[in-house]
């Protein structure tokens, strides 16, 4: 069964440092996306992107985040300065499209640790 | 995309029915209803969506209210890998990039 692939699992940083998160969502996917959630809480949309471009981002993606699809298979995230409250799973997802009757699906997701 | 509301917990025992609900009492009459599951430590997960009718897939069963106010997730025989968050989610038009508002879900435990 296709599925989103993340790496690392796990990414410890220093603050202040640039990470990036990698993900390879499903082949024949369209729409990519990156959630977020911090320890004990909920789940918490980050940013949806199609076509090489964000089609919407949430308040908590500010100027601090990026994301691309370098080649034809991975979708990244690139947070340019971490700070302490980055400390977050970061989830990818993708779909193949964006119908109301379409499913999401999630990577197992990248523990991110800012020390 | 329209509220839901879960309640925060239920406790189930193995193998015996669960019935977990979900009120939308502000849902339009053009959303869908999708339900997925996180498991601990692992990304959320697609169970079922249903519009009107009653759904059914190998994972669980969506009844939905005929004034489609509110809707249950009905996992027929619950097994101890069943034990999750469960989340209601509203999808409809407005805005629609296929972005999902995750709530607080309901936490379901499964007693041996």
């Known amino acids: 069964e296709p599925e989103v692939t993340q790496t690392p699992s796990h990414q410890v940083t220093q603050m202040g440092q640039e990470v990036i998160l990698r993900c390879v969502p499903i082949?024949?996917?369209?729409?990519f996306y990156w959630y977020r959630q911090i320890l004990g809480q909920k789940v918490e949309f980050l940013v949806s992107f199609y076509n090489n471009e964000i089609s919407e981002k949430s308040e908590i993606f500010d100027d601090q985040f990026s994301v691309e699809r370098p080649d034809g298979s991975n979708f990244t995230l690139k947070i340019r300065s971490t700070k302490l409250e980055d400390s977050a799973m970061y989830f990818c997802?993708?779909?193949?499209?964006?119908?109301?009757?379409?499913?999401?699906?999630f990577g197992q997701g990248t523990r991110l640790t800012v020390v | 995309d329209a509220k839901t509301t879960q309640p925060n917990s239920m406790e189930s025992n193995e193998e015996e029915p669960v019935h977990l609900p979900c009120n939308h009492s502000t849902i339009s009459g053009t959303d869908y209803i999708h339900w997925y599951r996180q498991l601990p430590s692992q990304g959320p997960e697609y169970v079922i969506h249903?519009?009107?009718s009653n759904v059914n897939n190998r994972m669980a069963s969506l009844a939905i209210a005929e004034d489609r106010k509110s809707s249950t997730l009905i996992l027929h025989r619950a097994t101890l890998r069943d034990a999750a968050v469960y989340y209601c989610i509203l999808r409809g038009f407005s805005g629609n990039t296929g972005k999902l508002i995750f709530g607080q879900g309901t936490t379901l435990q499964v007693k041996p």
């Open positions: 997802a993708s779909r193949r499209g964006q119908g109301l009757n379409t499913e999401a699906f």
């Open positions: 249903g519009l009107t």
């Open positions: 082949s024949n996917h369209l729409y």
